[in-house]
């Protein structure tokens, strides 16, 4: 049931093209175009500035393209779009004929899943590409001092990361979405949640305290600065906590994931 409800997730995320696009295909291009003026700006207009690229440490910071909050507003936008689209047009009651409730709402966040994993891997992507452009321009790069295996895990573990914290985003979206009924929202009321937990940690004393682990932002880049030690790169404040991280923000989503489905599942749709 979960897979049927899922290919019609992803159906009708091929078809809304435009909202789709602007989603999850947005922040790759974004990625790589603003990539692309920063190699304009550094080597032609301020005179080759920048002694050598690092090509591999370009792709492994695309990868956190989507951990400031204003950057997760395309994600959020598509989340808004999946958890809050049937209020919208009020369609759950022809919906919910075919599925249950917990299965459609397990094939949302499974849609979401894929196509915010999809873009997640074109912006590691978009950056490498703007690392190779910037090593032709110097002439000159720099590679981490490990082998391929181990680049490799640090890319999966950058990975990981940004995933865990918009997937805790994207729960937070359904959570809202659900109990406001409407898609915007779930877009205002995330993108502000966001802001003011990175406004609230911003006197954090991170190396010391780990509570404040429980700000989702501080616990994707305590495992972000794990992958760039993984790496060969400098060590963090955070980076030792990245287990606790980690675990941290798998806690939110299923809290926040629970939640909004205990509340879908005695919802009144008569009317949606």
């Known amino acids: 049931m979960i897979i049927e409800a899922l290919r019609a997730e992803l159906y009708k995320l091929s078809r809304n093209r ?5 989603a999850f295909g947005f922040m790759p291009l974004f990625a790589l175009g603003i990539g692309v003026i920063e190699q304009i700006v550094f080597h032609i207009y301020m005179g080759d500035i920048l002694p050598f690229a690092s090509p591999m440490q370009d792709s492994l910071g695309g990868l956190a393209t989507f951990s400031a909050s204003i950057f997760q507003l395309c994600g959020i936008a598509g989340a808004a779009i999946i958890f809050g689209g049937e209020y919208r047009w009020e369609t759950w009651r ?3 004929t075919r599925v249950d409730r917990a299965p459609i709402m397990a094939a949302k966040m499974l849609a979401f899943a894929l196509a915010i994993s999809a873009s997640l891997a074109l912006c590691g992507v978009a950056r490498l590409i703007v ?3 910037d090593m032709g ?3 000159f790069a720099t590679w981490p001092p490990v082998d391929a295996g181990t680049i490799v895990l640090a890319h999966l573990i950058g990975f990981a990361a940004s995933f865990l914290q918009i997937m805790v985003t994207a729960a937070f979206v359904m959570l809202v979405c659900v109990v406001s009924r409407a898609m915007t929202a779930g877009i205002v009321a995330t993108l502000l949640a966001l802001v003011a937990c990175e406004i609230a940690s911003l006197r954090g004393n991170f190396g010391d305290d780990p509570t404040w682990l429980l700000f989702p932002n501080i616990s994707g880049e305590a495992v972000r600065q794990s992958a760039n030690i993984t790496m060969g790169g400098r ?6 906590f990245a287990p606790l991280g980690a675990a941290a923000l798998v806690l939110w989503f299923i809290l926040l994931f629970g939640a909004a489905l205990a509340l879908f599942m005695r919802q009144d749709l008569s009317k949606e």
């Open 18 to 22: 435009w909202s789709t696009f602007w």
């Open 94 to 96: 022809a919906a919910l």
């Open 131 to 133: 690392g190779f452009i």
């Open 137 to 139: 321009l110097t002439g």
């Open 235 to 240: 060590d963090g404040l955070l980076a030792h």
